[in-house]
């Protein structure tokens, strides 16, 4: 459980995080979702302890970071920067963190072979790829056993592989239980990997909902319909008992419907002979809710042409 | 806290403890090259040096007033520079490579990174440097037989002049260290050693003021110079006062870091 109240960081008088107040549960995955400065890895920062907020304060299951007599237990980051000695091997950049709480040799090796590093666990970090990097950091993350798991754009850069082995990775650990903080800019890959959606903004709590609440507002999930007989189509839908479901004509023969599935739109299609030439389910509508909740809130913006 | 957190329950044995941040920081120490490559070249520099002066010594040569120890250990003062180099790396070579992070990520509390790292890099330092300085003075020694630089290390103060000579390089190398923990960049402390530590004495001492060249006695580097000589220096500090001095230069460039450590962001 992590707990941010208020948090407020300001450089000067840039202000990049301002009045921030969210909770983090255990036991789901919660996507920190914002745009590219928005200050999501200052905030982050500020929950381990490595930047001191200029106002309010964060708890990591009901006390301090720094306070913990075993952090490493409590919470587990991956930071966005490497943070470690590039000539050092991989597993003496974990041995050296694990001496710090007393933590055994045995438990930085299973750590490696969780994260498929046993085979170059003795190569300096310098030859490391990206992903290699990445699972380096993970692999420091989950030395402690924690509680709590904090990554912060884990997924940048990696090839699909290692997204999915995070995707499966986040959703294992928080089925354990563990509470799982993920900040990223990216909607698409949240939307996949998250239950809970904390959503910021040029520092500013902009939503703290779930992906599913985040649909629906920003009007469902819909289904792209192509017939040649539309309007039959339209009125043979069963809009009365999915009273949120609705219709509207893009065309002549080109019908957008939310509320309904496309299973349900193809089986009344079919139970009345209605053809169909194109039945899609359109999903980037949380894309744009997402756009559309950041919008004004963008720091860099490209002028329209 | 009002809400009940089915969280697993973390191992009760790991725990942070101050032996346990000393064993990280000596882990640390001796897994990265550059601890053994400005190790080996320190030692280097002092036995390569001290050979030098043996076999070109001769009793008309005009060194004869030179202290036998200074004399034999005279590549301390650029073994000295490699072991200054270290401790920059120790500290300011983690804000260069983002380690610092890990580190204060691990230990949140951040002053016992910083004790440990000290503790770790003068014991390291102090003992390599102390059996290096005895091994190059007997060489030395080899050399000397039958000259007036002939000694023997129990002789009056010449033990006591190597385990100072040791001493004043050590300290000057925490010296380093500190810097590298306050200005938090391998390039700026490196400047900063040499050119305040360094030089900046050596350029007072040449003003001509005579309480500025009392002062300059008890800088860090003449104070290490005091400390490494068998026989007291005219116009150097004695001994005591020299050790004093060097470990008060030391401990106020540990502090400075120290303060700031707890305020400033990592």
């Known amino acids: 459980m992590i707990r941010a109240e208020e948090l407020t960081k300001r450089y000067g008088d840039r202000t990049v995080v301002q009045d921030l107040s969210f909770t983090v549960r255990p036991g789901t995955v919660t996507g920190f979702l914002g745009p590219n400065g928005a200050g999501k890895s200052t905030t982050l920062r500020m929950l381990l302890g490595l930047d001191a907020p200029t106002r309010g304060h964060s708890t990591v299951a009901g006390r301090a970071y720094a306070t913990h007599p075993a952090p490493l237990t409590q919470v587990g980051a991956l930071l966005e920067a490497r943070s470690l000695h590039p000539g050092r091997s991989a597993f003496h950049h974990l041995m050296a963190l694990a001496h710090t709480h007393g933590i055994p040799r045995a438990r930085v090796e299973h750590v490696l072979g969780l994260t498929g590093l046993t085979d170059v666990a003795g190569r300096r970090v310098k030859g490391f790829s990206l992903g290699m990097g990445q699972r380096l950091g993970i692999a420091a993350a989950l030395l402690g056993d924690p509680a709590t798991v904090v990554l912060d754009e884990p997924v940048n850069g990696l090839d699909p592989d290692g997204v999915l082995w995070i995707r499966t990775l986040l959703k294992s650990l928080a089925a354990e239980g563990r509470t799982v903080l993920v900040s990223s800019h990216l909607m698409s890959e949240m939307a996949l990997t998250a239950d809970h959606l904390i959503v910021i903004g040029k520092g500013r709590l902009l939503a703290d909902t779930t992906v599913s609440a985040l649909v629906r507002e920003a009007g469902g999930a819909s289904v792209r319909v192509v017939t040649p007989e539309a309007d039959r189509l339209r009125a043979l839908l069963p809009t009365s008992p999915h009273p949120d479901a609705q219709i509207t004509a893009e065309g002549p023969d080109t019908l957008r419907v939310t509320g309904l599935d496309a299973a349900a739109i193809g089986h009344t299609a079919a139970a009345h002979g209605v053809p169909l030439h194109e039945l899609t389910p359109q999903t980037a509508s949380l894309e744009q809710a997402f756009m559309d909740l950041t919008h004004d809130s963008l720091e860099y913006q490209g002028a329209a042409a | ?266």
């Open chain 2, 1 to 266: 806290m009002s809400a009940t957190t089915p969280v697993p329950a973390p191992t009760a044995a790991y725990r942070i403890t101050p032996a346990r941040v000393l064993r990280s920081e000596w882990h640390k120490l001796w897994t990265v090259r550059s601890t053994w490559i400005t190790l080996v070249t320190s030692a280097a520099f002092l036995l390569g040096v001290g050979i030098l002066m043996g076999a070109t010594y001769t009793s008309d040569g005009g060194d004869s007033d030179v202290d036998t120890v200074v004399l034999s250990l005279y590549g301390s003062q650029l073994g000295g520079v490699c072991l200054a180099v270290l401790g920059i790396l120790v500290t300011a070579g983690e804000y260069a490579t983002g380690m610092i992070r890990a580190s204060m990520t691990a230990v949140p509390r951040r002053l016992p990174v910083l004790g440990a790292k000290a503790a770790v890099f003068t014991a390291v330092v102090f003992a390599v440097s102390f059996v290096t300085a005895l091994i190059t003075f007997l060489t030395a020694q080899i050399f000397f037989s039958g000259t007036d630089q002939a000694a023997s290390l129990t002789d009056d103060g010449v033990l006591a002049a190597i385990a100072g000579n040791a001493t004043g390089v050590t300290l000057l190398g925490v010296i380093a260290l500190g810097l590298g923990a306050a200005l938090r960049s391998v390039p700026g402390a490196v400047g900063a050693f040499i050119g305040g530590v360094m030089v900046l004495p050596e350029i007072l001492g040449m003003l001509p003021y005579e309480a500025v060249e009392t002062a300059v006695r008890y800088f860090p580097t003449q104070a290490a110079g005091a400390l490494g000589s068998a026989d007291p220096m005219p116009g150097a500090a004695t001994p005591g006062a020299a050790l004093f001095a060097l470990f008060l230069w030391a401990a106020a460039t540990l502090a400075v870091p120290a303060l700031l450590l707890k305020r400033r962001d990592v």
